[in-house]
């Protein structure tokens, strides 16, 4: 299957003929993929070599000059190296960008924790007005691009490699209701869908699916809400949407389980599977945490 | 307002002394000259595409920047005595939210500079599609201000070596220099721009008549950045 990546190096080149003030803003990373744009538009497809910090800024001053700025690279180089350049260039600034990173948090596996971000998404959550898009495919992908394209706000876009068979997300921004139960809701972020669907095959649960986990949709959460038992399956720092259901729920007793990516550094290297399974996100070990949480 | 016999009186105003030492006044002439003779902005033009763009990067001791936003009309004077106070739009740093005629917010030092290539990439992408040319045919151009420390972020390395490779031409940096800098730039500040291929200048930063030359000179093909040698700030 085409990567979220590749399918994004596709859809930007061909909005840049569409939106005359669309700007591409790189740090090497994919350059090779933007070629064929940035001749065609060598002033609009902009690689800056590997500056991260200049990266964010520049996407600040294209925005503060009327245009809409794209910036790309990796997740770690993206959100964690630059977050005082998002949190005044962007935020500060009132620039609106849409960040669209790669790697997430364990997709460079072998890479070791130098390119691993499992952190990104709840470091934008401290921050105010992130629209935070986790595609589970390819397709979710692109519409979220092509929508953010368009807009003056701020969007992150999670890119993965790893992603569901198909896509999953009915209508933008909101939660998909993937299965219907009586004990608990459990939320799957992203990529995550298929291995909790197969985690919780038989279980009496309510299965939701976010491809945009900021702003949560909290309608949907509330409505189907059966046993106010929730679990929380991100593909990120586990946790990080605690809150964000939390203060959905505020006046509801209710109980929550955060799973997602460890805190603790693994130092392992191998592969993308053996470190979902490392971090408990693997169908198995998922339906044991599911499952002792509700009978818990 | 044609002169600079206000502007210590502006400065009062939100400093309550009447006479204000180098540091606090280390920006104001450059200040000054940009405003009157160099930038092409007024409060009427303020909103307008075509304007040029400056950046106070320095944020850091903005009373010289505001009173002279005030003596051009940008800002009512009568906003300065509530500086730095909780309902004020003048705080310590400049908000450009808040601040009329302001670009950009600043405090956080080494953001001005490379937030300024944006801009001027986001200027050049724009004329080059046919769009911001004056009546006159000019386009609008890009000044960012720092100090001498703020060179001291690597952030501003960045933006130093990619501007200059890009060759900016429509992006002016000006670097007041008060020897601040708590390590120093052996071989002067202009040896970092110049080998990345800036064109540079050097100016006493209290004289009009050579800032204007240097902030006025011809540079083409390449970003221009000016010095502005004041007093130092330890002596």
Request: zero cysteines; proline letters at 6%; aromatic letters at 6%.
């Amino acid at each position: 299957m085409e990567t979220m990546r590749e399918r994004f190096a596709a859809v930007t080149s061909s909005l840049l003929a569409e939106q005359p003030r669309l700007a591409v803003v790189l740090a090497d990373i994919s350059a090779d993929s933007f070629e064929p744009a940035r001749q065609r538009y060598p002033d609009r497809v902009i690689n800056l070599g590997i500056r991260e910090q200049l990266l964010i800024s520049v996407t600040g001053g294209l925005a503060l000059a009327g245009l809409r700025p794209v910036a790309h690279t990796f997740a770690s180089f993206l959100v964690e190296r630059p977050f005082e350049q998002i949190k005044l260039d962007l935020n500060h600034q009132g620039a609106g960008a849409v960040l669209v990173s790669a790697g997430g948090s364990y997709d460079f596996a072998d890479n070791g924790r130098t390119h691993q971000s499992p952190g990104d998404v709840a470091l934008l959550g401290t921050l105010p007005g992130w629209t935070v898009h986790v595609p589970g495919h390819p397709d979710e992908a692109e519409r979220q691009l092509r929508a953010a394209a368009t807009g003056q706000d701020l969007v992150y876009l999670r890119l993965s490699t790893a992603a569901n068979t198909v896509p999953l997300a009915a209508a933008p921004g909101q939660l998909t209701v993937l299965r219907t139960g009586r004990r608990g809701t459990v939320l799957a972020v992203g990529p995550l869908a298929e291995p909790v669907l197969d985690a919780t095959l038989g279980l009496d649960v309510t299965v939701l699916y976010a491809a945009t986990i900021r702003p949560l949709d909290t309608a949907t959460l509330r409505g189907t809400l059966g046993e106010a038992a929730v679990v929380l399956a991100e593909p990120y720092l586990a946790g990080t949407s605690v809150p964000a259901v939390s203060g959905a729920l505020r006046d509801i007793p209710h109980r929550i389980l955060g799973l997602g990516v460890g805190r603790a550094e693994l130092r392992r290297y191998g592969t993308p599977a053996e470190h979902q399974a490392a971090h408990g996100l693997d169908a198995r070990s998922l339906r044991e945490s599911v499952t002792s949480f509700l009978d818990g | 307002m044609t002169s600079t016999t206000d502007l210590p009186r502006l400065m009062s105003l939100m400093t309550g002394d009447a006479k204000h030492d180098q540091a606090a006044t280390s920006t104001l002439d450059v200040l000054w000259v940009l405003y009157d003779r160099v930038l092409r902005v007024t409060p009427e033009t303020a909103a307008d595409d075509t304007r040029d763009r400056f950046l106070l990067s320095k944020g850091h001791g903005p009373m010289a920047y505001y009173a002279v936003l005030a003596a051009k009309g940008f800002l009512d004077p009568a906003e300065l005595p509530g500086f730095g106070s909780f309902g004020s739009v003048l705080g310590l740093h400049p908000d450009h939210l808040l601040v009329p005629g302001a670009e950009i917010s600043s405090g956080s030092l080494g953001h001005g500079l490379p937030l300024a290539v944006g801009m001027a990439l986001g200027l050049r992408a724009l004329i080059a599609s046919g769009g911001l040319t004056r009546p006159d045919g000019t386009s609008p151009r890009v000044f960012v201000l720092t100090g001498d420390a703020e060179l001291d972020e690597g952030s501003n390395h960045e933006a130093i070596a990619f501007a200059g490779r890009a060759g900016l031409d429509t992006l002016h940096t000006v670097v007041v220099d008060n020897a601040s800098a708590t390590h120093g730039w052996p071989g002067g500040i202009e040896a970092r721009f110049a080998i990345e291929g800036w064109s540079v200048a050097r100016a006493d930063g209290r004289d009009h008549t050579a800032l204007e030359a240097a902030l006025t000179a011809p540079h083409p093909g390449r970003p221009h950045l000016v010095v502005a040698a004041v007093e130092p700030k330890h002596r």
